[in-house]
């Protein structure tokens, strides 16, 4: 028993210093020529814009759920004329970044996962480097690059649009304007809310990228390995960014103090 347990553990261990070293690999490549522009552009197009839908969709719910919530407790203090702004610092803070990293992990993470795997068990990844392609910049780093690009771009679509839930919410019960809504909710919010919170998705979306790609090239097994790799990809990348969230949260209070005001 003790054996399996040391085995198991040397393997956990032998497997997180692989990781590493292919995140290290896959961020120095992405600084070097040649870069795949053209292949980028298409991943970005893949990741980013087919998000797009899940993203808007799931803001407005999200900012309709947080907006009736919100308004469930402020009405107890009679403080119903902060909701607005309440809500907009919680999407732009928190909930937006971490809510479309976890839909992110879960849409592209699989995604990548089974389209590498599958590529390395059918040898497609052999065949381009018969071709003398650089297997590793042209199918990961384009892909690490487009989650990268595409995270914080989502991540901003995700909080104007769960702002605009809320709002319809609101003006449902409340009767509130457009413009007093908008005035409301952006009152409070300064950069320093929105410019950490923001970056902090590139951090995510290197992350995410860099997992699922490293889980879907190295598969073995065969069609079982694909799924194998692509159900690891979604927990593995979703555990990752709620354990790398709490740092990053840590670090933004400690770089930028008036974050926490």
Request: some cysteine; glycine content about 10%; hydrophobic content about 55%.
């Amino acid at each position: 028993m003790g054996t399996v347990v040391l085995h198991g553990a040397a393997n956990w261990f032998f497997q997180v210093g692989e990781f590493t070293f292919f995140c290290g690999r896959a961020l120095r490549e992405s600084l070097r020529p040649p870069w795949e522009i053209s292949e980028v552009a298409r991943q970005l197009f893949e990741v980013g814009w087919r998000s797009l839908p899940l993203i808007a969709a799931a803001g407005m719910a999200v900012g309709a759920v947080m907006s009736m919530h919100t308004r469930a407790s402020m009405e107890r203090f009679g403080a119903e004329s902060l909701i607005p702004t309440v809500l907009a610092l919680a999407l732009i803070k928190e909930t937006g970044p971490l809510v479309t990293g976890l839909l992110f992990a879960g849409r592209v993470g699989a995604g990548i996962g089974a389209e590498l795997g599958s590529m390395r068990v059918s040898e497609q990844v052999d065949a381009l480097e018969s071709l003398a392609v650089d297997s590793f910049k042209y199918l990961v780093v384009t892909r690490v690059v487009a989650c990268m690009i595409a995270m914080p771009i989502l991540t901003t679509v995700m909080n104007f649009l769960g702002i605009f839930g809320g709002f319809v919410a609101e003006t449902a019960v409340s009767g509130m304007t457009f413009d007093l809504y908008w005035n409301r909710a952006f009152a409070s919010v300064q950069f320093v809310d929105y410019v950490p919170s923001t970056l902090k998705t590139i951090v995510f979306g290197f992350l995410i990228g860099s997992l699922s790609s490293y889980l879907g090239y190295y598969t073995t097994g065969g069609t079982a390995g694909v799924g194998r790799a692509s159900t690891r990809s979604v927990v593995l990348a979703s555990l990752l960014l709620i354990v790398v969230n709490v740092v990053l949260v840590k670090m933004i209070f400690f770089f930028f103090p008036g974050a926490v005001q």
